[in-house]
């Protein structure tokens, strides 16, 4: 079973990827701005330390780690993420889902891997030439242990971010336009580029269990400046698990209730 889905997977990748091929041009356009994204962030960045020496506890480099991080899930977000759960809106709103879901394979995971945007990933290759940097100028001690840790809290920050993407898609079932929940997400997840503890509580509570924030970017950041405990580690594992059971449910749920475009 999961050999077939592993398979079905890099099917539609390869497909994506030779499409997106196609037009090369996209990469250069992709490239470009992804560096004044980066260069935007810097700029960010070197302001708040003209004026100061650390913000809340982090020093300038465990700062750039961060926005490596944010960088890095961002990317793979645009790449993966993003375009299929667009998809399905699409598809509900113009009866092309219905195509998806008579096919005779699990229908999460074909709307969910559907689409791979290649040229997206020049975020998360930036993101990771950025953390490589960051951490190599702290002279942080990162072995075997912290980055088993870093790449598994990263993992359930990304299954976090899609659990919630997936739920906010099925949603799509009975309201017609929610575009506003997607660009709420895309606001709050701006957020990520500074750590969640130099927000205010209440704030906080929004970007730790609302919008994933502190799961997908400040966690793994910590977990390489070795400022990750033992508790938002666990907890980390637990709302990552939470959150696909959830999301499956809901999805679940929601083509039960589905009519489809012939209703």
């Given at each position: 079973?999961?050999l077939r889905?592993?398979?079905l997977?890099?099917?539609?990748?390869r497909?994506?990827?030779?499409?997106e091929?196609?037009y090369?041009?996209?990469f250069?356009?992709q490239?470009?701005s992804s560096?004044?994204?980066?260069?935007n962030g810097?700029?960010?960045l070197?302001?708040?330390?003209?004026h100061?020496?650390?913000l809340a506890?982090?020093?300038?480099?465990?700062?750039?780690v961060?926005?490596?991080?944010?960088?890095?899930?961002?990317?793979?977000?645009?790449?993966i993420i993003q375009?299929?759960?667009?998809?399905?809106?699409?598809?509900?709103?113009?009866?092309?889902?219905?195509?998806?879901?008579?096919?005779?394979?699990?229908?999460?995971?074909?709307?969910?891997?559907?689409?791979?945007e290649l040229?997206?990933?020049?975020?998360v290759?930036i993101?990771?030439?950025?953390?490589?940097?960051?951490v190599?100028?702290i002279e942080?001690?990162?072995?075997i242990?912290?980055?088993?840790?870093?790449?598994?809290v990263l993992?359930?920050?990304?299954?976090?971010?899609y659990?919630l993407?997936?739920?906010i898609?099925?949603t799509?079932?009975?309201v017609?336009r929610?575009w506003?929940?997607?660009?709420?997400?895309e606001n709050?997840y701006q957020?990520g580029?500074?750590?969640?503890?130099?927000?205010p509580?209440?704030?906080?509570?929004?970007?730790?269990?609302l919008?994933p924030v502190?799961?997908?970017?400040?966690a793994?950041?910590?977990a390489?400046?070795?400022?990750?405990?033992t508790?938002?580690?666990?907890?980390?594992?637990?709302?990552a698990a939470?959150s696909?059971?959830?999301?499956?449910?809901?999805?679940?749920?929601?083509?039960?209730?589905y009519?489809g475009?012939s209703?």
């Amino acid at each position: 079973m999961m050999l077939r889905y592993l398979r079905l997977i890099w099917t539609f990748t390869r497909l994506s990827a030779l499409n997106e091929l196609q037009y090369r041009a996209n990469f250069f356009m992709q490239f470009f701005s992804s560096l004044l994204t980066l260069a935007n962030g810097l700029i960010g960045l070197a302001l708040v330390f003209y004026h100061t020496e650390s913000l809340a506890g982090w020093e300038p480099m465990e700062l750039l780690v961060v926005v490596g991080v944010y960088t890095l899930i961002g990317g793979l977000i645009r790449a993966i993420i993003q375009p299929n759960m667009w998809r399905i809106l699409d598809g509900v709103h113009e009866g092309t889902l219905d195509f998806t879901l008579t096919k005779p394979e699990d229908s999460q995971l074909l709307v969910s891997m559907a689409n791979f945007e290649l040229w997206k990933l020049v975020d998360v290759i930036i993101g990771i030439l950025v953390l490589v940097y960051a951490v190599l100028k702290i002279e942080a001690r990162v072995g075997i242990e912290e980055a088993v840790i870093f790449t598994l809290v990263l993992l359930c920050g990304g299954l976090m971010v899609y659990s919630l993407w997936l739920a906010i898609a099925t949603t799509s079932f009975w309201v017609v336009r929610i575009w506003s929940l997607f660009d709420f997400f895309e606001n709050m997840y701006q957020a990520g580029r500074w750590p969640v503890g130099i927000y205010p509580s209440w704030l906080r509570m929004i970007l730790t269990f609302l919008v994933p924030v502190a799961f997908a970017v400040t966690a793994p950041a910590e977990a390489l400046t070795a400022r990750l405990n033992t508790q938002m580690l666990l907890l980390a594992l637990v709302v990552a698990a939470l959150s696909l059971v959830a999301s499956r449910m809901f999805w679940k749920f929601g083509l039960r209730n589905y009519t489809g475009a012939s209703a």
